[in-house]
């Protein structure tokens, strides 16, 4: 997929907040739906309903750190975090993963429907570094069923990310 047009196409009839903020700063996406099925809210199943390849989709996990507190990974939707890694690459000791019920009040999101853009707050954000072999990533676009590729450098530019092994 090319970062070509960031109008929405014939197909896509929502905008969701992501978008906006993605054209507000001026960073190319492309939009993209696909059907829920809400017995399988995965990336995987996004991905496949998609046609994308999986090293390409990436979900966003929220974990807090023992020490440094919440913080946001972008992982490729097939992946396993590594908590190790999470936890070096914040300068903690620990992390997890938090609490399913408190994703919607920390972030505004729901499962299956969080993205790294647009937080009720702005937290650290990893990106697992193998998104810097690609030309586009896949991000969710902050509901279920929609999805944005752009360039995962535009990505890490406006969450002022860091790329890390998190996988």
């Known amino acids: 997929m090319t970062m070509k047009d ?3 196409d014939s197909k896509s009839q929502t905008k969701t907040n992501v978008m906006r903020i993605l054209e507000t700063a001026g960073i190319s996406y492309v939009p993209g739906e696909y059907e829920v099925d809400e017995n399988d809210l995965s990336g995987s199943h996004a991905a496949d309903m998609m046609g994308i390849d999986h090293d390409t989709m990436f979900k966003t996990l929220v974990l807090k750190g023992e020490k440094t507190g919440y913080l946001v990974c972008c ?5 396993e975090l590594d908590l190790k890694k999470v936890a070096r690459a914040a300068k903690d000791k620990k992390t997890e993963m938090i609490p399913m019920k408190e994703l919607l009040p920390l972030t505004g999101y729901i499962r299956g429907g969080c993205s790294p853009i647009g937080m009720k707050k702005k937290f650290p954000t ?5 998104a810097q072999l690609f030309d586009a990533i896949t991000i ?3 509901m279920r069923g929609h999805q944005v590729t752009l360039n995962p ?3 890490r530019a406006y969450v002022e990310g860091e790329y890390a092994e998190l996988v």
Request: hydrophobic share 30%; no cysteine; glycine share 6%.
């Open 140 to 142: 969710s676009a902050g």
């Open 126 to 130: 990893y990106i697992e570094e193998t």
């Open 75 to 79: 992982i490729p939707v097939d992946a």
């Open 153 to 155: 450098e535009d990505l």
């Open 6 to 8: 960031t109008k929405k």
